[in-house]
């Protein structure tokens, strides 16, 4: 797909990957919505970018958040043809922890946002790209989630996580295979260890040792990075109903 002239959703687009995407597809011609809780941050970045930008804040588990987000897209660009899912969280906890269980609202609010929001965003945003005109191949749009390598080798405490990331992954498939008759792709990237927000807040030794195990490019991945195979995903049309380990070559071990 063409992504000069394109309209874009993006979610979790104020800060890490998604801001990474955002910036990317308007310096390439795309109009782009911000979907994200942060206000402040959302603002700023729409603010900066101009009339190429939207900013909703947008709660992803709610879908009635999400449709208005995407009903004002809609009045504002006119259309939709990318949805790239980026919110999301990776709150730590041990299913069996010094205080006892984990409390299962922590496990379901990962699951929430790491999941369900996806699917929300997901259904609602197909709704509106097959009323799109195909180019031709009769492509209508592309979906990109967002997973992790702990879908994969999900570490002690990281259960929630895991399992919400390993739940994007499985979904890819099947759902590319049902969209594939509306001419919408759906893949998945599935990135390793990035500097985004989430890696900023862990301690300096925690960081050292995390790099330590990444063989090559020995260091975190950059969010342009991720936003280039993003870009990459929209613009090659045989790239559908898969999950693209984006990780350096890393395994992640037990701990």
């Known amino acids: ?22 910036r990317d597809l308007v310096a390439l011609g795309a109009k782009t919505t911000i979907l994200d809780f942060a206000e402040d941050n959302g603002r700023r970045l729409a603010s900066e970018l101009g009339d190429s930008a939207l900013f909703c804040k947008t709660d992803v588990t709610d879908e009635a958040s999400v449709q208005a987000a ?6 504002t660009f006119g259309a939709v043809h990318v949805a790239i899912n980026c919110a999301g969280v990776g709150t730590p906890g041990k299913m069996l922890g010094k205080k006892g269980p984990l409390p299962m609202e922590n496990f379901n609010r990962v699951v929430n946002i790491n999941l369900i929001g996806t699917v929300i965003v997901i259904r609602l945003a197909a709704e509106k790209m097959v009323l799109n005109q195909g180019n031709e191949d009769g492509e209508k749009g592309v979906i990109i989630n967002t997973a992790s390598i702990a879908a ?21 498939l099947p759902v590319a295979r049902e969209f594939a008759d ?6 998945t990237i599935a990135p390793g260890l990035f500097e985004t927000p989430m890696a900023q807040g862990l301690p ?18 950059k969010p342009s990075e991720f936003a280039s ?3 990459l995903i929209i613009e090659n049309p ?16 037990a701990r």
């Open 204 to 221: 300096e030794k925690v960081k050292e040792s995390l790099v330590s195990m990444i063989p090559f490019p020995h260091r975190f991945g």
């Open 70 to 75: 995407i009903d004002r897209t809609m009045e």
């Open 152 to 172: 994969f080798e999900g570490q002690i405490g990281q259960a929630a996580y895991a399992a919400s990331k390993a739940g994007v992954v499985g979904m890819t």
């Open 238 to 253: 045989c790239l559908n109903g898969t999950t693209i380990r984006l990780d350096s070559a890393i395994r992640m071990g």
């Open 229 to 231: 195979l993003a870009r």
């Open 1 to 22: 797909m063409e992504i000069e002239g394109s309209v874009a959703l993006v979610t979790g687009g104020a800060s890490g990957l998604g801001e990474a995407c955002v």
């Open 182 to 187: 509306y001419g919408v792709r759906v893949v």
